[in-house]
């Protein structure tokens, strides 16, 4: 491996044993050599560091960085940190690949120069494998051609909820500059959701981005590595990641981008709402003034004013978003419990 290769791989890894080796395998088969693989061991506990080194001793590509528990987004940026590349991508350490997806995505990189290059993925799941694809035709697109037929369509497709561009780091490639810049000012403390803080401004500042049609990407989709908790820290969570998309994304200069985000929050409240409150409920502790103050909270209150009930799916769906836009918490309450 060259002292810069074309391409660094960063893994978070945090407590997937079970899942590392097909991980590592899936990209080590590859017939192409010109990478570098970061193992970020975040504080893992269940026999994954010692493996993460087992490799780096076998594979002159791996490097492995050991850190105490800092969270996903933390990991990712100490890689970014560690790696050399010309381009940078990220795999989730429960995943794998195809064999050509970086051999592909890379060689289109140097024919085309594009800042980013993404692909289609495969949800793997217990029982089937969804592929999942953008709407988008495949090719090269230019920043004119971005504005025209990208951007207007980037985060919200227009049926509730199918992204236009899933925010997922883990299908894509990016110029290093781009990365540096955005993916290094994600706030720690956005659990859910921050893969759209960086990929979105990165696709925002990118001047080209090349999409493929085939699905290089596998997904475990219910692994369980990486579970949420949804209790009230949730709530507070949202503020950030809709505080910083507000901030992160340019809406004076991209105004399309403001009814997807009403959308996009209005998706992610729902998400978080639900469970949350339906735990509050069953403690009986302040869910009144709790459910009208996040409300009224600016970021939610605009969405939901914005976004048309009928668009959502589901009629409990609708009726929980008609609750929000009007504050009726004991209706919003009854539901949780029926």
Known sequence: ???????????????????????????????WTDYEILLIDDGSSDGSAALCDEYASRHSQIRCHHQPNSGHTAARQQGY???????????DSDDWISPDMYPRMCQEAQNTHADILLCNYIAVMPNQELKCSSPFAPGFYDKDRLRLEVYPSMIYSGAFFIYGIAPSMW??????????????????????????????????????????????????????????????????ENHILFETLYRFLDISHYPALERQLHYYIAYQTLLTFIPVFRQISEENSGFRDLFRSECTYPQISKAFSAVKIGDINGIHNRVYAFCIRHKLYLLFKFLLKH
Do not use: W
């Open 171 to 236: 299908n894509k490639i990016f110029r290093r500059s781009l990365l540096e810049k955005h993916l290094l000012r994600v706030p720690h403390e956005v659990l859910v959701g921050e893969d759209a803080l960086a990929s979105y401004s990165c696709m925002l500042e990118a001047s080209s981005i090349y999409f493929f049609d085939e699905a290089f990407y596998y997904y475990r989709s219910n692994a369980g590595s990486a579970t949420h908790s949804m209790d009230r820290k949730r709530l507070g």
């Open 81 to 91: 940190r560690l790696s050399r590349g010309e381009y940078v991508t990220f795999v």
């Open 1 to 31: 491996m060259c002292e810069t290769p074309f391409l660094s791989i960063i893994i978070p890894v945090y407590n997937t044993r079970p899942y590392l080796t097909d991980c590592l395998d899936s990209i080590l088969n590859q017939p």
